[in-house]
């Protein structure tokens, strides 16, 4: 099954770059969706960006177009989001989450939990 790895969280000052990664530890081909949310203390868990391994336009949330980029590294085994231009409104711890399937599988999207079976443990970027 999957097993995901986040890293790359950290403190960053306003108008920073932080890059984070997820690593899917476990069997290679079992995930072909992958998504990146967030979840700030007091508020919902969000969907900030999404991917089809296989290729396809990426989703990303309104409040994140133009300022992240997901993208992978199929050789290693990892989905990548790079987030420019931080503000503190970007603080948040971020999960990672994966499927076999993809969202318009189940007839869902690509910003609905449910759309994902693996979840990582999370890292948390703070922007200052």
């Known amino acids: 099954h999957v097993q995901l790895v986040e890293s790359g969280g950290g403190s960053v000052q306003a108008g920073g770059s932080l890059t984070l990664s997820c690593l899917n530890s476990?069997?290679?081909?079992?995930?072909?969706?992958v998504g990146w949310f967030r979840q700030a203390p007091g508020k919902e868990r969000e969907a900030v960006a999404g991917m089809s391994l296989g290729g396809g336009s990426p989703y990303y949330n309104d409040s994140v177009k133009d300022r992240f980029t997901i993208s992978q590294d199929s050789a290693k085994n990892t989905v990548y989001l790079k987030m420019d231009r931080l503000n503190p409104e970007d603080s948040a711890m971020y999960y990672c989450a994966a499927a076999f399937l993809l969202p318009t599988y189940y007839g869902r999207s690509w910003n609905m939990e449910s759309s994902y079976i693996y979840w990582g443990q999370g890292t948390q970027v703070t922007v200052s």
């Open positions: 476990g069997v290679r081909d079992a995930w072909n969706s």
